[in-house]
């Protein structure tokens, strides 16, 4: 995602770009929500999902809200059911969906700040693998952005 550097958009694709690894082997299901939403919903309710990426072995994608939330609910499912059954070998494919992370992000802007709080969870582990986080970036003279501050809970 091209985004001009002189506004928002360019950080949601500097955040999206930070998770689009090609050596992340973890599934991932991304989710940019508004800024009133509940950041630990995950999945969120789709009203609050501005947009949506998923990556299940295929790289990192934007997609339809609905079917990523679909796809992090089958996840979430998934793992609900194998804590009631006798335990099998993983296929490379369970264990990459085992390390599933579910990221939901929300931007409010200013004309000299932009605020992002992001919330990661591991679908697999929560609530031992979640993790919090408040950026800040500034505008720099040329009126782009740059990352300030970044705080983790």
Sequence with gaps: MK???NSAAFVTARIVA???NPSRV??????????DADLTLLPP???????????????????????????????IAAFRDRANTPQAKLSAHERRRQMARGVSFSIR????????????????????????????WRRAADGGWYSAAIGRD
């Design 109 to 136: 802007a200013t004309d000299d700040l932009i605020t992002v709080e992001l919330f990661s969870r591991s679908l697999a582990f929560a609530p031992r693998g979640d993790r919090r986080v408040t950026e800040s």
């Design 3 to 5: 985004a001009d550097p």
């Design 45 to 75: 309710q789709a009203d609050a999902a501005i947009m949506a990426w998923l990556d299940e072995d295929n790289g990192l994608a934007e997609s339809p809200i609905s079917e990523v939330i679909a796809h992090c609910e089958n996840t």
């Design 26 to 35: 973890a599934h991932l299901y991304l989710f940019q929500i508004t800024p």
């Design 18 to 20: 930070r998770y689009a």
